[in-house]
Each structure stands twice: as C-alpha cells, then as structure tokens.
C-alpha cells in the first residue's frame, strides 16, 4: 500500500482530486466506487468544482454507491445514496443512468445484492473508501471474509453510533447491505481515504499491525495497487 500523507486537510483534499482527475482524463469511462459519510465531502466539492470549471467530465464514467442504511425513508438525509446525491451527484455531469445505489426497501434483497453485484461485473477501476473508527470498510465490519459478496449486514455498535453523524434524528439503523470485499478488493485501484485526529489509533493499526479480516483496512496492504491518503492528523501516530 503506497503512503501519501499531506501536511494539512486542505493539501489531503488537493492532493485527492488531483489525482482523480488525472484518472478521469486518462481513462474517461472511469468505473467508480464511492463512500458517502463525512470523510469525501470537501473531496466531493473539489470534484464538483472541477467539473464546473471544464477541467474534467464524469459524461462517461459510472459511479456505484458503496453502500447504504436499511430502515430509513427514501428520503432521510443520512441515506448513503441522498448523501452520495447532495455531496456529488447533483453537482457533476454524470448521466442518471450511470449512478448504481443499492434499494435497501426492495422485498427481496438477496436478488437486489445479486443484481448489484451482477452489474459490477467485471469490476471498479477505481474505488475509494473511508474507514470506521473499529477498521471496517464500508460495511464490511471486522470479521467480514476477504471473498465476501455485496450482501446485508447487521451492523456493529460503533458504527450504529457513527451512523447519528449523518442522521437529524434518533431513530439510527441497525443494519444496511454493503458491496462486499470481494468486488472491493478486485478493484483495480483502492484509495483509502483518512483525515483528523479520531482516525489516527486506527489508522496505526490497520497500517503497521498484522494483517488480518479483524481491522479490514488492513487487508489492502495485500491489494497491489492500493493507496493511504492521509492529511497529518491522520498519520501522526505512524
Ligand atoms: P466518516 O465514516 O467518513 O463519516 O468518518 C467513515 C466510515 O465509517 O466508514
């Protein structure tokens, strides 16, 4: 796993979409994986700008959402996919067609994960992921199999609390259905992405501890082409 640490947050952000845009100019039909949560907002923005400004166009590139809360309202604000929109979607030039999210209200979520995982298909090109302060991915909680599929899962305690960050209410899901590590880890290239302070201690952990599906992060230490973003709060216990 390379190592790209940043001196500030703002650096951490430039440093993010500037790449970024270097992969969407190089190859325009970017297939793409993205977290919602607070970590990739002003990333978001960059990108948004970005295209506003002409320097870059998601025209032909795919984004599929990461992941997203089971028991919500379509519309509650902490939703994955209205997070994705609001952050991203609706300020980019991304054909509706071309944006994946995962129906958690669908009856039969088994075929839902199916399909998802059907349409992902021969995989991302670029994946970029946040990290839970218990080292999960997504919602690929520790313990999650490195071959594991898009599927439901029954969130931990930690990440049930995260979850109020994004919600205006006390009514916190429990569970969710996540793209597994299998089509994470089978991404051509995986961007972990971590600013501030709270991230540091797991951060340290998944960088410089065994390997192991206890601290998932850890596992893209295994992925050959795999990146850490770090800004200096972040990395300050490497
Ligand atoms: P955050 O969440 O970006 O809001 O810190 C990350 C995660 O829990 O995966």
Redesign the pocket.
Known sequence: MNLLRFDSEDAWVAGVANLWRDRLQTNPRLRLCL??????IKIYAAMAQSVKAGQVSFRDAEIFALDDYGGLAPDDAGKCVNMLRRHLIDHIDLPTARFHFIDTDASDLARVCREYDRIIGDGFDLTL?????NG???LNEPGSAPDSATRRVEMHAS?IG?SA??LNHSNLPTWGVGVGLKPLLGSKEVWL?ANGA??AEIIRRAVEEEITEEIPASLLRKHPNSSLFVDAEASALL
């Not at 977290?35 to 990739?40: E, H």
């Open positions: 977290p919602s949560g607070n970590t990739p992921l946040g990290i839970g302060l999960h991915l997504g990440t995260a960050n994004y992405l709270k991230k």
